[in-house]
């Protein structure tokens, strides 16, 4: 079954949407890590996530096997996110959160990159200033305006595993938008979560043996139900469809948000934001997300078939 176009307002919208929904796991994920298996977590909100999308397209009376063709395909699809979200909860045991937050900041840019290689397309110098001002900006937030904390940044073993994450991050909105065939969304996301849960399984087995399922009190199960049902498989329904509509580094640069996420939910929890020290990357972060919207108006792009 085909999915009906996306236009560009309801694509901004849904990345939009997906964005919020993962600047809450970070917080969650680092918690739930601290208790279970890194990959145990990530295995566990995948299962739960394709559930649901089993469950939903049951439902619905919808529920299709895929050829063989098309198992492949969304395999590939899946590889991306996977490996991201593996390299993220492997990272954090010993990765901080700034270190992190720093490196993910190099997202859109390598998808802006790998776009232009693979779509052999040009993104034009406004996009690529607009990147690398969005990058600066958000540098400004993660270090409260003073840019010098570069320099401490070390590629140790933790932060190495994450920059590959977020080499693969980067691919993901491009295998989407290569390999989308015009089929139901649900469809799409429900099994290109099935393939990673498979995939993730072969190399979990050991350690979901290993682990102490008694640790799993009621705030961890609630912490996974929000990483299954809300930053995987909601999250991924919305990610699949912007990503279809909009550039590869359109995508991307809604992480820019994420700092600025992350200081409102300080906010809401009473820590203190000092203005003075992240105004300007506030400001930086916002008028890139302007400028990422218009410039595709600007270049006359409509709906995405």
């Not at 049951?58 to 063989?68: E, I, N, V, W």
């Not at 989308?180 to 996301?189: A, N």
């Not at 995508?251 to 820590?271: D, H, K, Q, R």
Request: hydrophobic residues 55%; positive net charge; proline residues 5%.
């Amino acid at each position: 079954m085909s999915h009906p176009p996306v236009s560009l307002a309801q694509a901004h919208g849904k990345v939009l949407l997906f964005t919020l929904l993962i600047s809450l796991s970070f917080p969650i994920g680092s918690a739930l890590t601290a208790v279970l298996d890194p990959l145990v977590v990530t295995w566990v909100r995948y299962l739960l996530a394709s559930l649901i999308f089993v469950g939903v397209q049951g439902c619905l009376g919808r529920f299709a096997l895929p050829s063989l063709r098309d198992l492949g395909r969304y395999t590939l699809i899946s590889l991306p996110a996977l490996c991201y979200f593996v390299a993220m909860f492997v990272a954090l045991q010993e990765t901080s959160a700034l270190d992190a937050s720093t490196f993910y900041t190099t997202v859109p840019l390598i998808s802006a990159l790998a776009g232009m290689l693979i779509f052999r397309r040009a993104i034009g110098w406004g996009m690529l200033l607009t990147l690398l001002g969005g990058m600066v900006a958000a540098a400004l937030i993660i270090f409260r305006g003073d840019l010098g904390q570069v320099a401490n940044l070390s590629l140790s073993p933790g932060n190495r595993i994450y920059l590959l994450g977020c080499v693969a991050m980067a691919l993901n909105p491009i295998l989407i938008k290569r390999y989308y065939r015009g089929e139901s969304f649900l469809h799409l996301t429900c099994w290109t979560l099935i393939c990673a849960t498979l995939l993730l399984t072969l190399v979990a087995v050991p350690r979901l043996i290993a682990t102490d399922w008694s640790l799993v009190s009621v705030p961890v199960a609630l912490g996974l139900g929000y990483l299954a049902l809300f930053a995987t498989a909601l999250s991924f329904f919305l990610f699949q469809q912007g990503s279809v509509a909009l550039q590869p580094e359109q995508v991307s640069a809604y992480t820019y948000l994420i700092p600025v996420l992350v200081l409102l939910t300080g906010m809401l929890n009473g820590e203190a934001v000092h203005w003075e020290q992240v105004g300007w990357g506030v400001g930086g972060v916002l008028l890139t997300m302007v400028v990422m919207v218009l410039l595709p108006i600007h270049a006359g792009k409509g709906r995405v078939p």
